[in-house]
């Protein structure tokens, strides 16, 4: 059952008067508890797909229907609540509010939320509860400057997961990260796939992607292949070389 | 290259950079004025005498020969020059409007002809006014704006059986008599008008003369004026000079007012250059890292600011002129202000804008040289900066989100909303001790030092006091005056006594040393009435109290022993108190009511008191001022409105208090709005994360507003809790040059803890939320491209 259809997007930005088609006619599905590597060359629109699929831009025409919702027509409001209650983000730059601890940053959307009536001490030991099943309990007090990149990242993760979103947007999630950090994180990120969250992500890294269901292959602003990672490679090397093969028959 | 990233750099941070300018444009528009005011009032009123030419000594006569003085000028060898004008010196309610109705005025007015004045008279644009013709005049003081007059209106002089009807041509600022605490309307009239009055025999107990006297030596002329007759008025330049001091007391405050302003510019202006530099530290590491040298860096920004700073200063300095007007307006409506430099003050003002701003950027980029290329690339990255704590945790806060991020942020990087406290606090205090002095002003919180305590103050109807003034020449007949107004008010149910005090020019001699000092003496009264702050209070003639100013121009204390002639006899008497008193600018002697004074040369009087015997509340002695006023007495006042009379200012520091307030208004939207959209740009990002993360605008605008209100809220508690020592601190000092240094002050606890701070608090909650209101230009996508 798809989570999220999205039918003919269009996302046109206007540059020095200058017409700029960065996404063409895009159209998928992404099904309940899967979890998609969007790939592609640098500037082929892969951003601005997960940014306007998840509601945070505006597409220029199409409808992307979340739930059965096409959240194209939600006003500014709407999509807020949508993204607090229903989705979550991580970005390839570990943002966080500066003057806050690391678990004041987690529980932040918790509080925020009108749907979770859980009391915040509940809320704060669902927080810690997330950071000691993603390895930072230890960090919980610490400020953001006084954690790694993997830590922080992490972090971010469990931010997205406060309050249980129905799916998770990754923008480049392992980017700013060293090898080690960014196997740490995609594993937890599969784990929580494996728990029922669905990940739509968009990644340069094959080793990555290859830990995905489906990858989708977008060329300038159109989605020019879809793999599906063949359900009886089961190791991680077989995954990543199968995938690459396909990427070098598209000439990635 | 260096001109490309420049260039670049410049268009690239719009926003910043427009914030920038906007501050250089408001640092340079406070310092450029501030700098111009400061040095015109500090050199005020010697400014305005020298321009009018006053001269070292002035000398007021009233003598129907106008020859008093003529073998004193010529025989006293310190008199180096004079200069002297006749006038007719006519009841204070002897001029009347169109319907016949006497114009409000409370002393005597002085009516000479404009040809002959030696005095340099100033019109409002502080030019020499046209010569007059017959039938029209200038008025000085406040008349013409008391009495809502203008340019054209008719009034008639009526004086003796002479009347003359009169075309005002408008006021006319007048150095001897102008300022507020002397008090005295002139008339400059045409010499053929002069003549038609002086021809009226009625009026020849009228005639004076003005002497404006230049000399070396004061204190011999002082000296030389002991034996003089008919003396109604001699003083010298500086006690000229002090008449104006609640007239520079708005000055001093203008003057406050820049400096205060000079210190919030440089303040606001180092924060956002420090924060700006900051916010570029992740190019300058790019920079580093491709081996740019340091020297080069710096030279970029500090070129960079340097750029920012001339085209933010000319346009402040253009605007430093109608603004340094507008400061300097109320103070400049009485007295001709200014200074020899011109507008060279505010070039060199906006030239140490320029100055400074280049100094705050070499030292804001002094950090360039200590970080390294991967400090200066990650610190811009991330936005960290080094050691930050977050203060507060969300687990042990109560309220909800926004209060919580606005409170944290506070705590967590103080140093960074200091500035902003310090600006509002700054002028929030200003507001308030000025609120504090207009408070004490407007109470009865200084009446001892212009007359005893009683129930009412009044002025006589225009035929008694006429009678009293010119007829009574005898105890015997003030006293049965008096008598017969207690009789009056006894008929009318208001069992009272009355009493006033007159004043003397008496000679003191000191040793070798001669002078002539004003003598306050009670009729109806005794020294019980009177209060005194040391000694005790003279118990017979032979004794006198004197005020500090008196003890020291004469060097006597209390014990000491001086001669006075009291008029009708010499004694050698005692000082035995000290009293403080702002009549004569605190230059006066207290004497004994039984000192045999000349009952017929008293040089001025108080207002007639009046003090009721039964007892009524406040209230009631209200209702017996209305009923009385208009029959029995020309002008009935209470102790607070004969304070204000006595005072005269108060209605000018009110404005300026308004006026204050409203800079302060001024800076708070500015500062507010500036600092803001500083705070915004920085957290561009943190906002951009928490929409993607869900949360609604409204939140994030709650974020930024409740933050400027708690800062807002710290200045004014601040503010409210300093400007009590504050007041005593700034304003105990200036009227201790009045006269009274003991001084309880009014505070209005309404005011000062409610009213004004909430203004200020509300102004900036207001201006935090339109400001806010840009965070909407703030999208959740910003995440993809904040780099």
Same mark, same amino acid.
């Given at each position: 059952?798809?989570?999220?259809e ?8 206007v540059v ?8 063409k006619?895009?159209?998928?599905k992404?099904d ?14 892969k951003?601005?797909?997960?940014y306007?699929v ?8 199409g409808?992307v229907?979340?739930e059965? =919702?096409?959240?194209t027509?939600?006003n ?10 229903k ?13 806050l601890s690391?678990?004041?940053n ?14 915040k ?16 309990i230890?960090? !919980? ?9 993997? *830590?922080?990242? &992490? ?5 997205s997961?406060?309050n249980?979103?129905?799916?998770l947007?990754? /923008?480049e999630?392992t980017?700013a ?6 196997t ?12 029922g969250?669905?990940?739509m ?7 990555v ?5 489906r ?12 793999y599906?990672t063949?359900s009886?490679?089961?190791d991680?090397?077989?995954r990543e070389?199968?995938?690459n093969?396909?990427l070098m028959?598209?000439?990635? | 290259?260096?001109? &490309?990233i ?5 268009? +690239? ?12 444009i408001l ?17 005020g009123?010697?400014y ?9 000594y002035?000398v007021?006569?009233?003598d ?5 003085? /003529?073998d $004193? ?5 310190a008199?180096?020059?004079?200069a002297?004008?006749?006038i007719?010196m006519v009841?204070? +309610?002897?001029?009347?409007?169109e319907?016949?109705?006497i ?5 005597s007015?002085l009516?000479?002809?404009?040809e002959?004045s ?8 502080? *030019?020499t006014?046209?010569?007059?013709t017959?039938?029209?005049c ?10 809502n ?6 009034i ?5 059986? #002479?009347? $003359?009807?009169?075309?005002? /041509?408008g006021?006319v ?7 507020d ?5 002139r008339v ?18 009228m005639?004076? *003369?003005?002497?404006?006297?230049f000399?070396d030596?004061?204190?011999a ?10 003396l ?9 000079k ?9 000055a ?9 302003l000079?210190i ?16 570029e ?8 890292a491709i ?23 000319i ?5 430093s002129?109608?603004?340094g007007?507008?400061?300097i307006k109320?103070?400049?409506e009485?007295?001709v ?15 140490v804008?320029?100055?400074?701003i280049?100094?705050? @950027?070499?030292?804001?980029?002094s ?15 991330t ?6 704590k977050s !203060?507060?945790k969300?687990?042990?806060? =109560?309220a909800n989100?926004p209060?919580f991020?606005a ?10 909303y200091?500035s902003?406290?310090v !600006?509002?606090?700054?002028c ?6 000025l ?7 407007k109470?009865?919180?200084f009446i001892d030092?212009f007359?005893?305590?009683?129930d ?5 109807? *225009?035929?008694e006091d006429k009678? @009293? ?12 005056f008096? /008598?017969?107004k ?7 149910g208001?069992?009272?006594e009355?009493?006033v005090?007159?004043q003397?020019q008496c000679?003191?001699?000191v ?5 002539m000092i ?5 009729f109806g ?9 040391e000694?005790?209070?003279?118990s017979s003639p032979?004794?006198i109290?004197?005020?500090p100013?008196?003890a020291e121009?004469?060097?006597v204390?209390i014990?000491?022993t001086?001669?006075?002639?009291y ?5 050698n008497?005692?000082v035995? @108190? ?17 000192a ?9 009087k108080?207002?007639f008191?009046?003090?009721f015997?039964?007892n ?8 017996? @001022?209305?009923?009385?006023?208009g ?7 209470t102790?607070e409105?004969?304070? $204000? ?22 800076v708070?939207i500015?500062?507010?709005v500036?600092?803001?959209?500083s705070f ?5 990002k943190?906002? !951009? ?6 949360f ?7 974020w930024q507003?409740?933050r ?9 508690v601040i503010?409210?809790a300093l ?8 304003i105990?000092?200036i009227?201790?040059m ?5 001084v309880d002050?009014?505070?209005?606890p309404?005011?000062i803890?409610?009213i004004?701070?909430?203004?200020i608090?509300?102004? #900036?909650v207001?201006?935090s ?9 703030i999208?959740?996508s910003?995440?993809?491209n904040?780099?």
């Amino acid at each position: 059952m798809a989570i999220i259809e999205v039918k003919n997007l269009c996302k046109t930005y206007v540059v020095n008067k200058r017409q700029n088609n960065v996404l063409k006619n895009v159209s998928f599905k992404i099904d309940k508890g899967e979890m998609v590597a969007i790939m592609g060359p640098s500037g082929c629109g892969k951003s601005t797909l997960l940014y306007s699929v998840s509601g945070m831009d505006r597409a220029t025409s199409g409808e992307v229907v979340f739930e059965g =919702k096409d959240i194209t027509k939600l006003n500014e409001t709407e999509l807020t609540e949508l993204r607090l209650d229903k989705m979550g983000f991580i970005f390839q730059q570990m943002y966080m509010m500066k003057n806050l601890s690391i678990l004041d940053n987690i529980v932040l959307p918790a509080i925020e939320s009108k749907k979770d009536t859980t009391t915040k001490k509940e809320k704060i030991a669902r927080a810690e509860e997330l950071m000691r099943k993603l390895g930072i309990i230890e960090v !919980a007090d610490n400020d953001i400057n006084e954690v790694s990149g993997g *830590q922080l990242q &992490r972090a971010c993760i469990c931010r997205s997961m406060m309050n249980n979103p129905e799916i998770l947007f990754a /923008d480049e999630p392992t980017g700013a990260l060293n090898r080690q950090s960014s196997t740490e994180v995609v594993e937890e990120m599969r784990k929580l796939n494996k728990e029922g969250t669905t990940i739509m992500m968009v990644t340069h890294d094959a080793k990555v992607a290859a830990k995905c269901s489906r990858v989708l292959y977008i060329i300038d602003g159109r989605i020019e292949g879809e793999y599906i990672t063949p359900s009886d490679l089961q190791d991680d090397k077989s995954r990543e070389r199968s995938l690459n093969n396909w990427l070098m028959e598209l000439g990635y | 290259m260096f001109l &490309r990233i420049l260039k670049k750099d410049l268009k +690239r941070r719009k926003t910043i950079n427009i914030i920038m300018v906007l501050f250089v444009i408001l640092a340079s528009m406070f310092v450029s004025s501030g700098l111009n005011n400061v040095i015109t009032v500090a050199n005020g009123t010697d400014y305005y005498l020298d321009q009018a030419g006053v001269g070292d000594y002035v000398v007021l006569t009233r003598d129907s020969e106008r020859n008093c003085l /003529d073998d $004193i000028l010529d025989s006293t060898d310190a008199i180096s020059s004079y200069a002297i004008e006749n006038i007719v010196m006519v009841d204070s +309610r002897s001029l009347y409007d169109e319907n016949d109705e006497i114009l409000e005025n409370s002393n005597s007015i002085l009516v000479q002809s404009y040809e002959d004045s030696k005095l340099n008279f100033f019109d409002i644009n502080n *030019q020499t006014p046209e010569a007059l013709t017959q039938g029209h005049c200038y008025i000085t003081g406040s008349f013409i704006r008391d009495n809502n007059l203008s340019s054209g209106d008719c009034i008639t002089l009526k004086a003796g059986n #002479t009347e $003359i009807e009169l075309i005002v /041509d408008g006021f006319v600022k007048d150095a001897f008599l102008g300022s507020d605490f002397m008090g005295n309307t002139r008339v400059l009239i045409n010499s053929e008008d002069l003549r038609t009055l002086e021809d009226d025999e009625f009026n020849l107990n009228m005639f004076g *003369q003005v002497c404006y006297i230049f000399s070396d030596d004061v204190d011999a002329v002082n000296a030389a004026f002991s034996s003089v007759d008919n003396l109604m008025f001699s003083a010298p330049r500086s006690m000229i000079k002090m008449a104006y001091v609640m007239d520079m007391i708005v000055a001093f405050v203008v003057l406050i007012l820049s400096v205060c302003l000079m210190i919030v510019s440089f303040v606001v202006l180092k924060f956002v250059i420090n924060l700006t530099i900051t916010e570029e530290y992740h190019e300058i590491g790019v920079m580093k890292a491709i081996g740019i040298s340091n020297f080069k860096i710096r030279s970029l920004y500090i070129i960079k600011y340097l750029i920012i700073a001339i085209v933010g200063s000319i346009v402040g300095l253009l605007l430093s002129f109608p603004f340094g007007e507008l400061l300097i307006k109320s103070v400049t409506e009485k007295m001709v202000l200014g200074n020899s430099f011109g507008c060279a003050l505010n070039i060199v003002g906006s030239l140490v804008v320029i100055l400074s701003i280049v100094a705050f @950027a070499y030292a804001s980029t002094s950090k360039i040289k200590k970080a390294t290329p991967v400090d200066a690339i990650r610190s811009g990255q991330t936005g960290e900066r080094y050691s930050r704590k977050s !203060a507060l945790k969300l687990r042990k806060f =109560k309220a909800n989100i926004p209060s919580f991020m606005a409170i944290n942020d506070i705590l967590s990087n103080p140093k960074r909303y200091m500035s902003v406290v310090v !600006a509002f606090a700054f002028c929030t205090m200003f507001v308030l001790i000025l609120v504090n002095t207009v408070s004490t002003m407007k109470s009865d919180s200084f009446i001892d030092t212009f007359a005893s305590r009683s129930d009412l103050y009044v002025t006589l109807t *225009q035929e008694e006091d006429k009678e @009293a003034t010119y007829g009574y020449s005898t105890r015997e007949q003030w006293e049965q005056f008096f /008598d017969r107004k207690e009789q009056e008010l006894e008929d009318l149910g208001m069992p009272s006594e009355i009493y006033v005090d007159f004043q003397y020019q008496c000679p003191v001699t000191v040793g070798e040393e001669e002078y002539m000092i004003s003598c306050q003496q009670g009729f109806g009264t005794t020294m019980d009435d009177y209060a005194f702050y040391e000694g005790v209070a003279p118990s017979s003639p032979d004794e006198i109290a004197i005020t500090p100013q008196i003890a020291e121009k004469l060097g006597v204390e209390i014990g000491d022993t001086v001669t006075i002639n009291y008029g009708l006899e010499t004694r050698n008497v005692t000082v035995s @108190a000290y009293f403080q008193t702002m009549n004569q600018l605190g230059e006066l002697i207290r004497i004994h009511e039984d000192a045999k004074t000349d009952i017929s040369r008293w040089s001025s009087k108080m207002a007639f008191q009046v003090n009721f015997l039964d007892n009524p509340s406040k209230e009631e002695i209200i209702r017996r @001022a209305d009923e009385l006023e208009g029959d029995v007495f020309f002008d009935c006042m209470t102790s607070e409105e004969y304070q $204000i009379e006595c005072l005269g200012v108060v209605p000018t520091m009110e404005a300026v208090q308004y006026l204050l307030l409203a800079i302060t208004l001024l800076v708070v939207i500015f500062v507010t709005v500036l600092m803001e959209r500083s705070f915004i740009s920085d957290e561009t990002k943190e906002i !951009a994360i928490l929409k993607a993360i869900g949360f609604k605008n409204s939140r994030i605008i709650s974020w930024q507003v409740i933050r400027f209100g708690i800062v807002a809220f710290i200045a004014a508690v601040i503010a409210a809790a300093l400007s009590v020592p504050m007041t005593h601190l700034c304003i105990t000092p200036i009227f201790g040059m009045m006269g009274a240094s003991n001084v309880d002050y009014v505070i209005d606890p309404l005011k000062i803890l409610l009213i004004y701070p909430a203004i200020i608090v509300a102004m #900036t909650v207001i201006v935090s939320f339109f400001t806010s209101l840009v965070t909407y230009e703030i999208k959740s996508s910003n995440t993809a491209n904040i780099e």
